[in-house]
């Protein structure tokens, strides 16, 4: 167990929907990372907030955004869904904005 | 951009065999270098990172990697391995001073036959 939680364990939804996933951080680390794990693409990173605030982008879609809350937890939300955001949503957390990350057990979206 | 390339995608051993999975990254600055596990069914986890310092680093069970700056690579090596050890195994990379997310080569899958 990382100590890193991540909520809904599994979330099944339609095209067109929105969700929004939830990420608790380990106690005492202030940054937050997003990743997504599909089969074609792999582990990618999404985005990164440090603190409250947007630190780092990867290839985040337009449709998903996320923010970190003064409690340190994050949450991403993934709007107007397709079929290929099908995918592992995983949350990671660090002590500081380039420390090593911990990975939480991931969220499994499934859209039909 | 950063890039990490895994040769072997399915590597299968038989128990007490030595491994070595291949990592070799493509970045021109100081990176951090890391190698994560992930169990059937279950989350990444750390099993050993490279900063700076001595490039033979040891991690959790009885695994080490050994980084070679001139040739961009950080394999792993375990000398003898375990049924137990049947996993999707990751390596992945961050720029050294930035804050960038992992960048992670697409994993090499690890079957142990017992």
């Known amino acids: 167990d990382s100590g890193v939680t991540q909520t809904p364990k599994h979330l099944i939804t339609a095209t067109g929907q929105r969700v929004t996933l939830r990420c608790s951080p380990r106690s005492g680390d202030l940054s937050v990372y997003w990743y997504q794990q599909s089969l074609d693409q792999g582990l990618q990173f999404l985005i990164q907030?440090?603190?409250?605030?947007?630190?780092a982008k990867g290839n985040i879609l337009e449709r998903f955004s996320a923010q970190q809350f003064p409690d340190l937890h994050s949450e991403l939300n993934l709007s107007s869904l397709e079929l290929g955001d099908s995918a592992l949503y995983f949350c990671a957390s660090g002590r500081f904005s380039t420390d090593t990350q911990y990975f939480g057990p991931g969220t499994r979206l499934t859209v039909l | 951009a950063q890039s990490v390339s895994q040769h072997n995608h399915h590597v299968i051993l038989s128990e007490a065999a030595s491994l070595e999975l291949g990592c070799n990254y493509s970045y021109g600055g100081t990176v951090n270098l890391f190698w994560y596990v992930q169990y059937p069914g279950q989350h990444l986890q750390l099993l050993l990172k490279?900063?700076?310092?001595?490039?033979l680093v040891k991690g959790i069970k009885g695994f080490e990697a050994e980084f070679i700056k001139s040739k961009f690579s950080f394999n792993l090596r375990k000398p003898s391995v375990q049924w137990s050890d049947t996993a999707e195994y990751f390596c992945?990379?961050?720029?050294?001073?930035?804050?960038?997310?992992?960048?992670f080569g697409k994993g090499t899958h690890l079957i142990i036959q017992p």
């Open positions: 992945a990379v961050n720029s050294g001073g930035g804050a960038d997310g992992l960048t």
């Open positions: 490279y900063f700076s310092g001595d490039p």
């Open positions: 907030y440090y603190n409250g605030e947007e630190r």
